[in-house]
């Protein structure tokens, strides 16, 4: 017996023996890993970045199509730079408690990349700058970030949009200089095919105009079956649609908004009530689907595909109508409303950047060589290398000394070139840090292209306003700011659902108005507008 309790705890040395030097010998690489990144030269300008190869950490949100460290954009940059990467990439659904969890474990990796202002809020970078855990990059980017020294030198705006209240850089966004970037979110879209078939020209410029074609859809078949199924206007919960349509009370952003260097909460405006009552009235009499307020997007396409829909929110109107590009020209844009109380037409315009897109952690060995890395993906070139991958995938060189490329074949196996593009490069299903552009050596535009840049001309860029500017609060205000939020976006989320469903008479308007009040609504707005003051002084 005592002989086999000899040989057991001999066995169980033996593993712990070996387990220590395993554990010696992961540390020891790591270390060494370390060492030789921070000893790395970094070369600033031109490829290799480094000499000697390094390997860094990154943690960034996975689309799930393809595994990062296969995807071939990601192995040629590193056969460029000289730079490796681990990458750690939770799915987009559950990105933000593994980032949330890295944070409070101290373990976010080298690199944060592709979070976005919903996992790595404003308020997060200022207390995680303030901390140290994340890295000031304004004097990195002096130095060895030519690219993102130019676009911030050339756009103040982005410069104070992304610098925090205590004069630090500690996040880059995706800044956007496409047709699109201005687009506060995907627009309202007419069917073509319903227009033509009630013989309609011109579009509705009134709220009394757009209610008339609403009640149009609704009575006179114009999906030609025979039966009364046509919808009118759909959405999933107004969250697309309300952009568009408050703006025709003269409402440019949902919550707090600036106008004339004032700052306000619209949500309890009378311009706010109005937008109600026209809501609650179209929904009464079914020209608002009945099911805005519980279907999910997916049945809402799946209306879209059974042509029942006439007006409705995507990014382009294909999406939900299951059309080809070139059938989807014929479905026009949403031309911004007016009403007798609101006269000149306005549109909420984006701000062509997200912000919180890439962030360098304390521990990165090597913050010379991670802002080298990432610099390269601000210039044309390099975002078009982001965005289509090296040669020999999606497109090929139609004439190199010319700049000109040409587009390939889709491989059998996926569905689309979207689909393939994913598995080949990080630009896909998450915003990457970058300076987006148009793609110009991809030849001329499609006619979709053309169609989307004209109607975007037409309808948006004369009459678009941003609602408030991108901003940071401090530390103390933002604790107060998300302590005011937690009851009164959901107040505000739920009264609009009963008001306009009319579960909430609008007769009760006034008890509205003094609920919000007692949710300290008075130092909520006082709060942005100290915010809106410190960002405009900045000019």
Aim: aromatic residues 12%.
């Amino acid at each position: 017996m005592k002989h086999t309790w000899r040989l057991l705890l001999t066995l169980i040395l033996f593993i712990a023996i070996l387990a220590a030097c395993g554990s010696d010998e992961e540390t020891q690489k790591r270390d060494a890993n370390a060492q030789k990144a921070a000893e790395a030269e970094v070369n600033k300008e031109g490829f290799p970045i480094v000499d000697e190869e390094i390997q860094l950490t990154m943690m960034a949100p996975g689309s799930g199509v393809e595994e990062w460290e296969n995807m071939e954009l990601l192995k040629d940059y590193a056969e460029k730079t000289n730079i490796q990467f681990q990458y750690v990439t939770p799915p987009i659904s559950d990105f933000q408690t593994k980032l949330n969890l890295a944070f409070t474990s101290g373990d976010t990796g080298d690199i944060i990349y592709g979070a976005g202002t919903d996992n790595l809020t404003p308020g997060m970078e200022v207390d995680y700058g303030e901390q140290g855990v994340l890295m000031p990059l304004e004097e990195l980017i002096e130095e060895y970030a030519p690219n993102l020294k130019k676009l911030l030198e050339e756009r103040p705006d982005i410069k104070k949009s992304i610098t925090t209240v205590d004069g630090h850089i500690y996040s880059l966004p995706m800044v956007s200089d496409e047709t699109t970037a201005q687009w506060y979110t995907g627009p309202l879209w007419y069917n073509g095919k319903w227009l033509e078939e009630l013989g309609v020209e011109e579009l509705p410029k009134t709220t009394d105009e757009f209610y008339e074609l609403l009640k149009r859809f609704k009575e006179e078949d114009p999906n030609g079956n025979g039966q009364a199924d046509e919808i009118p206007l759909l959405d999933v919960k107004m969250e697309s649609s309300r952009p568009w349509l408050l703006a025709a009370f003269g409402i440019k952003e949902w919550g707090i908004e600036e106008n004339n260097g004032k700052v306000r909460y619209t949500p309890m405006e009378e311009a706010y009530k109005e937008y109600l009552t026209y809501m609650n009235k179209l929904y009464e009499e079914g020209l608002l689907d009945s099911e805005t307020f519980s279907q999910s997007d997916e049945q809402k396409k799946a209306k879209g595909q059974d042509s029942r829909i006439g007006v409705f929110p995507d990014w382009y109107s294909f999406f939900t109508t299951g059309e080809s590009e070139e059938e989807a020209v014929e479905n026009p844009m949403f031309y911004p409303l007016t009403n007798d109380d609101s006269k000149d037409p306005v549109i909420p315009l984006g701000h062509g950047m997200t912000r919180g897109i890439f962030s360098i952690s304390e521990n990165n060995p090597n913050p010379e060589a991670s802002i080298r890395w990432i610099d390269h993906f601000y210039s044309s070139e390099g975002f078009e290398y982001l965005n289509m991958g090296p040669e020999g995938y999606l497109w090929e060189w139609e004439d190199e000394e010319k700049g000109t490329k040409q587009k390939l074949d889709t491989p059998e196996g996926y569905e689309s070139s979207e689909d393939y593009r994913g598995s080949l490069t990080p630009d896909y299903g998450i915003t990457t840090p970058s300076l987006r552009n148009d793609l110009d050596s991809l030849g001329e535009d499609t006619v979709f292209e053309q169609f989307i840049k004209k109607e975007t001309a037409e309808k948006i860029e004369p009459y678009g306003e941003i609602g408030y500017p991108l901003v940071y609060l401090t530390k103390e205000e933002q604790k107060e700011v998300n302590n005011i939020e937690v009851d009164l976006k959901s107040y505000v989320e739920q009264m609009e659902a009963k008001f306009i469903t009319g579960v909430e008479p609008l007769s009760n308007w006034d008890n509205y108005v003094d609920t919000i009040e007692k949710m300290n609504i008075e130092r909520y707005v006082e709060i942005h507008q100290d915010a809106y003051n410190r960002w405009k002084e900045n000019d």
